[in-house]
């Protein structure tokens, strides 16, 4: 090769890529392949590289994808990348860059094309392109499976080679390569339940593996690694006339000398900055689609085994011969990992699947006394609904539920006190409980609702981890029991609007009743919610009314919003204890005097709330709500994986054209 590429559009006049996508087959035992794979590059880590570079490649995919059944070079190519796999972990103990360059190099140009190919053919179809066999002398060719060959090389790869500098943008490309096979799925809008990739990937040699593969992952997102500056893992050239390395050819340039997308070379850096953490971001992104994979036909999924029964490294007992893909892991660091990084969906997706799927991760959280640090990043997730796609929202709403249903939690939430929480702007909280606060973030997530999106799903979400909470709310702070109240006013005059829309549609049809429905439908909706509000307050008032003063003053300041609500046959039994209430705290205020001062109602709020016979309150059914995962959950959490995957795969671009499996706009 003669000079140096530093431009993306020049690749398809590169002369050794022209030879490895011609009509010549290339023996495996052919210089060339030294030469090819002898190059110097920053990997793009932006999508925006990535998608100047794919264009780049699209042409040379197209006429190697023609040629390829006559020539075979693309199994050679891949023969030549498992052949310096072979002695990767040997290299990486021996600190020899150079093996675990090319190496890297090979892969990253495998992966580049396998993307174009998974876009323009089947798995069937992709998989003769790996069979094909080189024609020239020299073949290494045999009768084993090559696809199958790759990818368990790839997940070998992973596991074993260990996480250095200059082994840090191999096992990089290991993982984003391993989600490339899995990309079919972005071109089809049925869920994919079967197919080569997939039976290799759950029942096949990479089976034995899975555990590790799923603990390896984990770690990667546990450590959250930066990516080492490029002086440590990749060769700078040495002058114009080569590169560190020389061949014994004379020969020392290969694709590129350093690769500049546009001829930008900074931007590498920039995205580096922007996005430091690429292989934490991949493996979580490459788990999450393992981990939502569907079970097989006569199996399940060995990677969703594996994340529902890892155990602490701490728990000493016998593993469970049940569970054949358990591991151990440190869910301290785990645990650290997860608050430190629910900025993200698929962060938060990861959170949501521990704490529904993984008894053992589920025990261990609520068993944590600094809960605070993982449920504040929740909260402020729900704070900025208006900045987060609707998913993410789902799920943090999810995980507070699931969190809700443990009653030690629901008590221990009033224990812990904050101050000065710097993103909820509203008002100014100086000191709070966490309880509190997550009663504030949910209803102010109830009353967005109500005004924006309208979504039924999230208001019953956010009712339901309320309704959990309400017997153990403890010394709420004021503006939660005002917030409580306002929300009470909001549904009233809902309610109200509603009423007064269907009664002047009767009266103006003169007897056509066709459009009741509607607002019968639409009034059931906001008389389910009032209902489960009053059975809130009234939960709370029941088991707890003499440590919550401050929900009595709001509900006395606030009572004629309950008047109307009094007869009405939906509320009539539940409004018996507000009434008994209400009225038994109005009669110790007149007894109190008038002109009463805001510290002399509360006292007398406080002395009645010790003075009230509890049998003078009925009692309902403990408010309990347990989340359950609807029918066909894939349905639900494959589009939104790959969503992420789309969005957020580092260095990963693809056209919106041709995908299939969710709309541009979800999410």
Not at 287 to 300: I, S, Y
Not at 315 to 334: A, G, K, R, W, Y
Not at 660 to 665: I, N, Q, R, Y
Request: glycine content about 4%.
């Amino acid at each position: 090769m003669g000079a140096n590429t530093s431009q993306v559009s020049d690749l398809s006049d590169n002369p050794s890529l022209k030879a490895l996508v011609g009509t010549e087959s290339i023996s495996e035992n052919d210089p060339f392949w030294n030469q090819l794979i002898s190059f110097t590059f920053i990997s793009p880590t932006s999508s925006g590289d990535s998608k100047l570079l794919e264009e780049a490649v699209i042409p040379l995919a197209k006429v190697f994808i023609e040629n390829n059944p006559r020539t075979g070079n693309f199994g050679a190519l891949v023969r030549i990348f498992l052949g310096r796999t072979k002695e990767l972990k040997i290299s990486t103990e021996c600190q020899d860059q150079l093996f675990i360059w090319q190496a890297h190099n090979a892969l990253f140009m495998i992966r580049c094309l396998l993307k174009v190919f998974i876009r323009e053919m089947s798995e069937e179809e992709l998989h003769l392109q790996f069979s094909y066999q080189e024609r020239a002398p020299g073949s290494c060719g045999g009768g084993q499976d090559l696809l199958e060959e790759l990818l368990s090389n790839l997940i070998h790869l992973i596991v074993e080679v260990p996480l250095l500098d200059i082994t840090y943008s191999i096992l990089f490309e290991a993982v984003t390569t391993l989600l490339v096979f899995f990309s079919y799925q972005l071109f089809h809008k049925d869920i994919l339940r079967d197919g080569l990739i997939y039976q290799h990937i759950m029942n096949g040699r990479c089976l034995c593996l899975t555990s590790r593969l799923v603990k390896t992952l984990l770690y990667n997102f546990i450590r959250q690694e930066k990516c080492p500056p490029p002086a440590t893992h990749i060769f700078e050239p040495k002058d114009e006339g080569g590169l560190l390395y020389g061949l014994a050819s004379g020969v020392a340039s290969g694709l590129w000398s350093v690769f500049t997308l546009g001829g930008a070379g900074s931007k590498a850096r920039i995205d580096q900055e922007h996005d430091p953490l690429p292989l934490s971001n991949q493996s979580l992104l490459l788990l999450l689609v393992l981990a939502n994979l569907t079970d097989g036909p006569h199996w399940p999924n060995p990677y969703r085994q594996a994340i529902t029964c890892f155990r602490n490294t701490q728990d000493t007992s016998s593993m469970s011969v049940e569970q054949p893909h358990t591991f151990q892991i440190n869910f301290n660091s785990l645990y650290t990992a997860l608050c430190e990084q629910q900025r993200s969906d698929q962060a938060t997706l990861l959170l949501y699947t521990l704490l529904h799927q993984n008894a053992n991760m589920r025990t261990y959280m609520l068993s944590r006394t600094d809960m605070d640090n993982l449920v504040l990043p929740i909260l402020e997730i729900l704070y900025h609904v208006e900045d987060r796609n609707s998913h993410h929202v789902y799920m943090a709403l999810i995980i507070l539920l699931i969190l809700t249903e443990d009653d030690a939690f629901n008590r221990s939430i009033h224990e812990v006190v904050l101050k000065n929480i710097s993103w909820y702007t509203e008002r100014s909280l100086t000191e709070i409980s966490l309880g509190s606060l997550l009663i504030l973030v949910v209803i102010r997530t109830i009353q967005f609702n109500m005004t924006r999106t309208r979504d039924k799903y999230l208001h019953t979400n956010c009712l339901a981890a309320l309704a959990n909470m309400s017997a153990q709310f403890r010394c709420l702070h004021q503006y939660a029991a005002q917030r409580i109240i306002s929300l009470f006013a909001l549904l009233s005059k809902k309610h109200n609007k509603v009423l007064e829309q269907a009664t002047q549609s009767l009266r103006g049809r003169q007897g056509d009743n066709t459009a009741l429905p509607d607002y019968a439908q639409d009034l059931n909706v906001i008389e389910e919610v009032i209902r489960m509000m009053l059975e809130i307050i009234n939960s709370c008032l029941c088991n707890s009314l003499h440590h919550n003063p401050n929900l009595v003053y709001a509900l006395l300041y606030k009572r004629e919003l309950f008047e109307q609500f009094r007869m009405h046959p939906s509320f009539q039994d539940i409004m018996q204890n507000l009434d008994t209430v209400i009225g038994f705290f109005s009669q110790r205020l007149e007894q109190a005097g008038s002109d009463l001062s805001v510290e002399r109602v509360q006292e007398v709020i406080m002395k009645g709330a010790q003075a009230l016979p509890t049998d003078r309150l009925k009692k309902f059914p403990e408010l309990k709500f347990k989340y359950v995962e609807e029918d066909q959950p894939e349905d639900f959490f494959i589009p939104y994986v790959w969503s992420l995957v789309f969005n957020s795969g580092v260095g990963l671009h693809w056209s919106p054209h041709g995908i299939e499996l969710f709309s541009m706009d979800s999410g």
